[in-house]
C-alpha cells in the first residue's frame, strides 16, 4: 500500500495540511485491498468483513457528504469566473455519484446484510456471482477518483481556500462523526498503517484526541478485528 505521506509535504506557514484527507483515502484504498483479498480467498460471507464492509462505507459516505456539502461549494465560491476549475469540481461531484451505485452493486453482492434482502444470493448464504468483477469496478473507479483529486483537486484547493475554509470542512466532519464517529474514524485511519504515517496522523491531531485513542478508542477498535477472517 502506498503511504499517505507519500506526496504531501509538511505543512508550513499558511499552507493547508492535508494530512487527514490523504490519510482517509489511503484507508480507503486498505478497505477494498482488504475486501478483495478476502473475496478472491472465498471468505466474503465472514462477518468480520461484512462488518469492515459496512464501517467502509459509513466513513465513504461521511467523507464524500461532507467534501460535497462544504468542500466544493467554498472551492467553487474562491474560484469563480474560472471555467476550467468549475468543471473539476463538477467531475468531483460526478465522480462522487458514479461511485454510489458501485458500492450498492457490491452490497448487494456480499452476503450477510443484517434485516436486509440480497437479491440473488445463492443457497447457504454465498456470494452472488461477479462479486470480485464488481469488487473490481468499485476499486478502480474510487482508485481513479481518489487519484484524480490528489492530484488536481488539492492543489486548485491550496492555491484558493483560506485556513477559514478548511477548519469549515473539518469541522463540519467531526459535528457529523460526534464523539462516537470519532471514536472509530481515528483508530480506523490507523489500522495497519506504518509507523511513520501513524504517527504524523496522529500528531495532527489534538492532545486529548490522542490520548483518547490511546487509552480507550484504539483498545474497543480492535477488539473488533473488522476485516479478520
Ligand atoms: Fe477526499
Known amino acids: 500500500m502506498e503511504t499517505f505521506s507519500r506526496t504531501e509535504q509538511p505543512p508550513t506557514g499558511d499552507t493547508i495540511d492535508f494530512t487527514v ?3 482517509a483515502h ?6 477494498l485491498d482488504r475486501l478483495a483479498t478476502a473475496v478472491a480467498a472465498g471468505k466474503a ?3 468480520l468483513v461484512r462488518a469492515g464492509w459496512e464501517n467502509f462505507t459509513r ?5 464524500h ?4 456539502a462544504v468542500l466544493w461549494p467554498r472551492v467553487a465560491r474562491a474560484a469563480a469566473g474560472s471555467r476550467a476549475d468549475l468543471d473539476l469540481l463538477r ?19 456480499l452476503p450477510g446484510g443484517a434485516g436486509k434482502p440480497v437479491p440473488a444470493r445463492r443457497a447457504g448464504g454465498a456470494p452472488v456471482d461477479g462479486l470480485a468483477e464488481r469488487v473490481d469496478e468499485l476499486r478502480a473507479v ?4 481518489l487519484t484524480h483529486e490528489e492530484g488536481s483537486a488539492l492543489p486548485l484547493m491550496r492555491s484558493v481556500l483560506t485556513q477559514d475554509d478548511w477548519r469549515a470542512f473539518t469541522g463540519e466532519m467531526r459535528r457529523r462523526q460526534g464523539v462516537k464517529g470519532a471514536a472509530v474514524f481515528v483508530p480506523w485511519i490507523v489500522d495497519g498503517a506504518a509507523p511513520v504515517d501513524r504517527s504524523r496522523f496522529l500528531a495532527s491531531m489534538p492532545p486529548p484526541v490522542r490520548a483518547l485513542n490511546r487509552l480507550t478508542w484504539e483498545p474497543r477498535y480492535r477488539k473488533r478485528r473488522l476485516w479478520n477472517v
Do not use: K
Open 142 to 145: 474510487l482508485g481513479e477518483h
Open 59 to 63: 466513513q465513504l459516505h461521511l467523507h
Open 91 to 109: 467531475a468531483m461531484e460526478d465522480e462522487h455519484a458514479r461511485i454510489d451505485p458501485l458500492l450498492a452493486a457490491v452490497d448487494a453482492a
Open 26 to 31: 489511503d484507508a480507503f484504498r486498505r478497505d
Open 45 to 47: 460471507d465472514a462477518p
Open 65 to 68: 457528504a461532507v467534501e460535497d
Open 21 to 23: 484527507m490523504y490519510a
